[in-house]
């Protein structure tokens, strides 16, 4: 069964460091996203993406991050500085169907960031 | 902005019973997803609700959608311990999805 997957699973960084998270998306779709999640906290949206480029972002998604789809199957999530309020679980996820007929996201196993 | 709440929070569970999660969302959407979140996993999709009075059921759940009360809800029919997780709803913004509070359930002999 296709699915995302995310690497590393977990990452450990000092504060002010660049982070790169990678996500694999499913070979046929076409919409990306990023999630975090705060340990026990809900999921909250960063961005969104298609066609290379940004369909929506959140406030959470400042300046010190970025996206790119860098070849045709990666899909990254950049944090140029790292904050202590950044450490989440960091989740990339795909659909084939984008807004607004947004069809099933399929979510991929995560990436702990700790950043200390 | 959209906003989606679900209650309740925690819910802990006896065998055998049956129990029900709320979803509500504050604006206009057209489709609401539930996801099942593990300790430490992701998110594994349970139902996508496409429109007003969509009901969808798989083994020991149900999910429904009335897109006019904005609510949508997560039944449990005789609960097993192996339904302990988190719930999440959400709900379709623009290019996103907003995620509900999740209902840490508790399935207990």
């Known amino acids: 069964e296709p699915e995302v997957t995310q690497t590393p699973s977990h990452q450990v960084t000092q504060m002010g460091q660049e982070v790169i998270l990678r996500c694999v998306p499913i070979?046929?779709?076409?919409?990306f996203y990023w999630y975090r999640q705060i340990l026990g906290q809900k999921v909250e949206f960063l961005v969104s993406?298609?066609?290379?480029?940004?369909?929506?972002k959140s406030e959470i998604f400042d300046d010190q991050f970025s996206v790119e789809r860098p070849d045709g199957s990666n899909f990254t999530l950049k944090i140029r500085s790292t904050k202590l309020e950044d450490s989440a679980m960091y989740f990339c996820?795909?659909?084939?169907?984008?807004?607004?007929?947004?069809?099933?996201?399929?979510f991929g196993e995560g990436s702990r960031l700790t950043v200390l | 902005e959209l906003k989606v709440e679900q209650n309740p929070l925690f819910l802990s569970m006896q065998e055998k019973k049956n129990y029900t999660i709320y979803c509500n969302y504050s604006?206009?959407?057209?489709?609401l997803y539930w996801y099942r979140q593990d300790p430490g996993k992701s998110l594994e999709s349970l139902f996508v609700?496409?429109?007003?009075?969509a009901v969808k059921q798989e083994g020991r759940l149900m999910a429904s959608l009335d897109t006019k009360a904005r609510l949508s809800t997560l039944h449990i029919t005789a609960a097993v311990h192996d339904l302990s997780a988190t719930y999440f709803c959400?709900?379709?913004?623009?290019?996103?999805?907003?995620f509900g509070t999740g209902t840490r359930l508790l399935v207990s002999p």
């Open positions: 609700l496409l429109s007003n009075g």
């Open positions: 604006t206009t959407s057209d489709r």
């Open positions: 996820a795909s659909s084939e169907i984008g807004f607004p007929n947004t069809g099933e996201l399929f």
């Open positions: 959400a709900a379709l913004g623009f290019q996103k999805l907003v």
């Open positions: 993406f298609y066609n290379n480029e940004i369909s929506e």
């Open positions: 070979s046929n779709h076409l919409y």
